[in-house]
């Protein structure tokens, strides 16, 4: 597929406060697990017909995305697309990493 994913999620941390009214923070490893990206693309029907294969997997729910050096194991879903000309499509692709 065309275009670039790079999904961040925010630093997991949590803030208690303390019996004497300061703050204790709680501050983890960074990572994407569970980070979302929403990507627009425009597609031939045979890219088209690819992605829907995927997505609509009988018994493979994540998938290895590769891009600029970077790997993730994504679910991919896709909102429903719209008809640009006689064989392209455009369709909003959903990135939930899950590893």
């Not at 693309?41 to 970077?70: M, P, Y």
Request: hydrophobic share 40%; with cysteine; charged share 20%.
């Amino acid at each position: 597929m065309p275009g670039e994913i790079n999904p961040i999620r925010e630093r997991a941390q949590k803030i208690t406060t303390t019996i004497n009214g300061g703050a204790a923070v709680t501050i983890w490893p960074k990572n994407n697990q569970g980070a979302q990206q929403k990507v627009t693309l425009i597609l031939s029907a045979a890219k088209f017909t690819r992605l829907e294969a995927i997505v609509n997997h009988q018994t493979i729910f994540e998938w290895l995305v590769l891009c600029d050096g970077r790997r993730y194991t994504c679910s991919i879903d896709y909102m429903e697309p719209v008809s640009i000309g006689v064989n392209d499509k455009q369709v909003q692709v959903t990135f939930t990493v899950t590893a």
